[in-house]
């Protein structure tokens, strides 16, 4: 196995970079890559930066509570496809970070989220208008650095803004009469989080000038990871140790905000699993009135150990296993490795 890079920002963060860099012909690809998350911190920070001290430091607050900068990674591999890491790259990768960024602020206020990275979220602290206008301003910042790099830059941005836009939406005002819950949701999760991971893993192929083909074939492969990645934070929210998820467990289905497994909960027809989603149901109904979200405590254990939270994981790896296949265009080496096992390892962060 490849040893880690001491301090990197990889093995902290995501916890996976013995897997995703492992073999010898991943070593330089390793150091190539941890070189430009530090370009890509040192932007993100000059981004951050803003002459306002309330602005400044509500703008830094999540940044500067860590974060696996997943965005970045894929960017800086799939630029290794092309020409690799140039200032172009560096600069798409830190606005798609800030866009990240921003959606987390306004997430947390929509889903009413007490924890986030760790640390109080940012609502928590100076309530729910500053957190929305600091995502706000993260966005304009986004836009502002994508258009250094020219019309296709702000389209990617733009294009990409709108998913996650339409993402949220959808999933506020949920499923309508005729549509399957399931198939709506994978649509929300494709819009809210594959769309993102799909314009990182682009972006670095695009400004670093690799061909046509592989800007496709990595723009299809970071929408089913980002997918994938998704189903399986929402196993992993269920997890009974908020160090593992930096909130309190459950916290999306305590604020009405269905997940995989509920959904899959749903589709079961024996009486157990019957009653369990009812109850689930009627707990929320009275979080939203004002009864303490421990009122789910026991049945989201259920939950966790239920049939369908291992549906949800299994889920998750089909989604894995398309986002692989979608890599067949590329050439073999080392990028196209490090994809690889980035999906798999994706997959099976709840094991």
């Known amino acids: 196995m ?24 991943s070593r330089r690809l390793l150091a190539t890559v941890e070189s430009g998350l530090e370009l890509v911190d040192e932007c993100l920070r000059t981004e951050l930066h803003v002459t306002d001290a309330l602005a400044d430091a509500t703008s830094r607050y999540l ?32 606005a798609l970070e800030l866009t990240h960024l921003g959606s987390l602020y306004h997430d947390d206020v929509m889903d009413a989220a007490d924890r986030r990275r760790g640390v109080p979220s940012a609502h928590s602290v100076w309530g729910n208008n500053v957190a929305i206008l600091t995502g706000d301003l993260l ?11 020219g019309d296709r830059a702000i ?5 990409t803004f709108e998913r996650l836009v ?25 819009d809210k989080t594959g769309s993102l991971i ?30 994938a990645f998704q189903l399986i934070d929402d196993v992993i929210d269920l997890s009974a140790d908020p160090d593992q998820t930096g909130k309190v467990p459950g916290t999306d289905l305590r604020a009405g905000v269905p997940t995989m497994p509920y959904l899959l909960l ?10 369990l989603h009812a109850r689930i ?28 939270t291992d549906a949800t994981r299994e889920l998750a790896e089909q989604w894995s296993r398309d986002a692989v296949d979608a890599l067949a265009p590329l050439p073999d080496g080392a990028v196209r490795d490090a994809l690889t096992r980035f999906a798999q390892a994706v997959a099976d962060r709840s094991s």
Request: glycine letters at 10%; charged letters at 25%.
């Open 139 to 149: 966005f304009s910042r986004a836009s502002q650095l994508m258009a250094r790099n």
């Open 166 to 190: 339409l993402g949220q939406m959808h999933e506020t005002v949920g499923a309508q009469e005729g549509d399957d819950p399931v198939d709506f949701y994978l649509q929300v999760l494709a």
């Open 198 to 227: 799909a314009a990182a893993a682009q972006a670095g192929a695009i400004f670093a000038h690799a061909p046509a083909e592989s800007v496709e074939a990595v723009r299809v492969f970071g929408e089913k990871a980002g997918v």
């Open 2 to 25: 490849t040893p880690s890079v001491p301090g990197s920002r990889i093995a902290s963060n995501l916890g996976l970079s013995d897997r995703i860099f492992a073999g010898p012909r």
């Open 63 to 94: 940044f500067d509570a860590g974060g696996k900068r997943v965005r970045p990674m894929l960017a800086l591999l799939t630029a290794q496809l092309g020409e690799g890491t140039n200032r172009g790259v560096v600069e798409a990768a830190t």
């Open 155 to 159: 389209k990617l941005q733009a294009d």
């Open 281 to 308: 149901d009627a707990g929320v109904a009275e979080i939203a009135e004002g009864a303490d979200p421990v009122i789910l405590d026991d049945d989201l254990a259920l939950l966790r150990d239920h049939a369908a």
């Open 266 to 275: 749903g589709r079961a027809d024996d009486p157990s699993s019957r009653a």
